[in-house]
């Protein structure tokens, strides 16, 4: 995890993640690279007849305003003893974050935690990272407090693609966990068991504890959530989006649950 991506706007979960990529950064010796997105429809405005223009006085304040927040990050990273630069951008910030993620290790977002507009917002941009990025995503709860990398890991296995993804690509994190509890939840039979990924995990050094959780009525994400504080998971490590984006939103999923509800920061990767 040598390159670290976070998105650096303002807004309430800022410094949650901005604690977790630093931690992330000075514990694997990495570069944190902070990434401002001023989204178009800050300064594009619209008229009843359906015109859309772009007033000088909004966009000198979103202008300023952004500088402003960019000089407060950079005063206090001065200090912080990782190696860092910044990037600014005018556009979506999903499609920035995935377009400047080509060469990164790792992304730093936040949960949502909610279902206020600011949640609304990291939700959606969660979700398009999480869709069409290839590097993993760790998902900060907006109250975190740092990342532990040296802590217990929690591995949610299915036998999915998304979840054989996630554990190949987390493996230099799960190298330094203190333990990783390997957690499966759904009943049945699956081509690539839980024991599967302990004999792959063993091929990398880690003498990875099989879980079986009980669902007991509840779903998915509950009883990973009940297995992550169980087992005093630092975090969690899960595949993400294993149904379309459209179900997970309309019915629910294990992703959307465990983005708006887990405890502890998240890696996931499609």
């Known amino acids: 995890m040598k390159s670290v991506l976070l998105y650096a706007n303002q807004d309430p979960g800022l410094e949650s993640r901005l604690q977790a990529a630093l931690d992330v950064a000075r514990q694997f010796g990495g570069h944190l690279t902070c990434l401002q997105v001023t989204p178009y429809d800050a300064f594009i405005m619209g008229d009843p007849f359906g015109g859309v223009y772009a007033l000088p006085t909004v966009i000198e304040q ?15 990273l001065s200090g912080e003893g ?14 920035i974050i995935v377009d400047r993620a080509r060469l990164c290790d790792l992304i730093v977002l936040s949960q949502p935690g909610g279902e206020s507009a600011p949640a609304q ?9 999480l869709v069409h990025a290839r590097s993993p995503v760790l998902a900060v709860p907006p109250s975190g407090r740092g990342f532990d990398a040296l802590g217990a890991a929690m591995l949610a296995w299915d036998g999915s693609l998304e979840a054989s993804h996630a554990l190949r690509l987390t493996m230099p994190m799960l190298l330094k966990a203190s333990a990783v509890h390997v957690v499966t939840v759904t009943a049945g039979q699956r081509e690539f068991p839980a024991t599967d990924a302990a ?26 959530i009940d297995a992550a504080a169980s087992l005093s998971a630092a975090f969690a490590v899960m595949g993400a989006y294993g149904h379309t984006r459209l179900r997970e939103a309309v019915l629910g999923g294990a992703t959307r649950d465990m983005l708006h509800e887990s405890k502890v920061p998240l ?3 499609h």
């Open 82 to 95: 990782v190696a860092w630069d910044w990037l600014s951008f005018d556009g979506a910030p999903g499609q």
């Open 121 to 129: 917002v990291a939700q959606a941009i969660a979700a398009d990272v």
């Open 62 to 76: 979103v202008q300023k305003t952004a500088s402003e927040h960019r000089d407060s990050i950079e005063a206090r």
């Open 267 to 269: 890696i996931l990767a």
């Open 199 to 224: 004999r792959y995990l063993s091929r990398h050094g880690i003498e990875a504890e099989l879980h079986e959780w009980s669902g007991d009525g509840r779903s998915t994400a509950d009883a990973l």
